[in-house]
């Protein structure tokens, strides 16, 4: 197949609304965006558009070798395809919570994507770590009730609930999934923790992601650091 030429179309708004990038050639389609609150991190945006430049050049060098191959292999070359969409889960007067959601496509059977996590400081520009943060004590006590509210999920969406561990484990360990803070009534402080629970780690690719959430006790915040407790809150009743 004879690839028409380097067609080029992109788009790229900041405003009120945020910053989103959309590109669209023959090779790939790719976006990258962020809510309007990272712009008040400098720091932060920054970060993101050295992210977004990353990805832009790997998925670029990807899809050519893709592209040459499916040349060498005399069929079409299924173009591929890349977006990464950053969302505000709550802001306190000294962090920013992010959640990220990234899909990528590289000619196989079906789509690939993945969860990402990232809460900034915002007096000290940098990327903290919220396991760290809540201690391994409010790990375990979160536990029970993140199980719980994963079931309730998968029987919600009448998916069977695995019976043990052989294939896919009944409850993935918090410690290997993405967490986020979030603030579920907008006041300023994180109240409850959103679990991003990725395709394939918690059961079948037909299954999907789950996302369940837990509201924070009084006790889950307790190993908070002084410096950062105004930023966290118990949920309200």
Request: charged content about 30%; hydrophobic content about 40%.
């Amino acid at each position: 197949m004879i690839v028409a030429p380097f067609l080029f179309a992109l788009a790229a708004a900041q405003s009120s609304g945020g910053f989103s990038r959309e590109e669209s050639t023959d090779l790939l389609d790719f976006s990258y965006s962020w809510p309007a609150e990272v712009d008040r991190a400098p720091a932060l945006r920054a970060r993101l558009r050295a992210d977004m430049a990353h990805d832009h050049a790997e998925m670029v060098q990807d899809a050519r070798e893709g592209q040459a191959l499916a040349r060498e292999q005399q069929r079409d070359y299924n173009k591929y395809d890349y977006s990464k969409s950053w969302h505000l889960a709550g802001i306190s007067a000294r962090l920013i919570s992010l959640a990220g959601d990234m899909g990528r496509f590289e000619g196989g059977a079906h789509p690939n994507g993945n969860s990402e996590e990232l809460l900034w400081d915002r007096r000290t520009n940098r990327v903290l770590d919220i396991r760290a943060m809540l201690g391994a004590a409010a790990l375990r006590r979160l536990t029970p009730r993140y199980c719980a509210a994963l079931n309730a999920e998968r029987r919600e969406r009448d998916i069977d609930i695995p019976e043990d561990d052989s294939v896919f484990p009944r409850c993935p360990a918090l410690r290997d999934l993405r967490l986020v803070p979030a603030d579920s009534d907008h006041d300023g402080r994180f109240d409850s923790l959103e679990i991003h629970v990725d395709p394939y780690v918690a059961g079948p690719y037909v299954d999907g992601a789950f996302q369940p959430v837990v509201r924070f006790q009084a006790a889950d915040l307790a190993a908070i650091p002084s410096a950062y407790r105004a930023s966290f809150a118990p949920a309200r009743r």
